[in-house]
């Protein structure tokens, strides 16, 4: 229990305190976009029993709401931080937040927090993470072109 809380209330925490300071709008603006792809992508792998997520209860998909609505969102939100303060290929920030994300939940895996099924692994992780970050950017894009955000 204190494992889901934790990657519910330190994201936030952070995110409050460094990126809310630095951009008033990216929080409000990314987090429910990112919130969304990940209760769509979570909802999916778990009906479809890709993953089980500690702690493993009924219905499952309550296991993934601290990283629906803390870790991922945040994520999402620091991943177009970079993008906007970076020089580099949006597209190579991408590729890496997905990577990290992947690293993190791989190191999960080993904790036993996240468990695989039906042919899933962690090629098909870093897959369900690189798609929905970059719908993320793709949103970020189409909100630069109709002026809601820098």
């Known amino acids: 229990m204190v494992f889901s809380i934790a990657f519910f209330v330190i994201p936030w925490v952070i995110a409050v305190l460094h990126l809310q300071l630095k951009d008033k709008k990216l929080i409000p603006l990314i987090a429910p976009f990112a919130s969304v792809n990940a209760f769509l992508v979570n909802g999916l792998g778990v009906d479809l029993g890709f993953w089980h997520v500690y702690p493993f209860t009924k219905p499952e998909i309550l296991s993934t709401l601290p990283f629906n609505l803390g870790l991922y969102p945040v994520l999402a939100c620091y991943m177009i931080y970079f993008i906007k303060k970076s020089s580099k290929s949006p597209y190579l920030i991408v590729f890496f937040i997905a990577f990290v994300t992947t690293l993190v939940e791989a190191l ?9 099924g039906n042919g899933w692994n962690i090629f098909w992780t870093f897959v369900s993470y690189l798609f929905p970050y970059m719908f993320g950017y793709w949103f970020y894009r189409y909100l630069k072109k109709i002026n809601l955000i820098e």
Not at 108 to 116: P, R
């Open 108 to 116: 999960f895996f080993l904790l036993g927090k996240v468990s695989y």
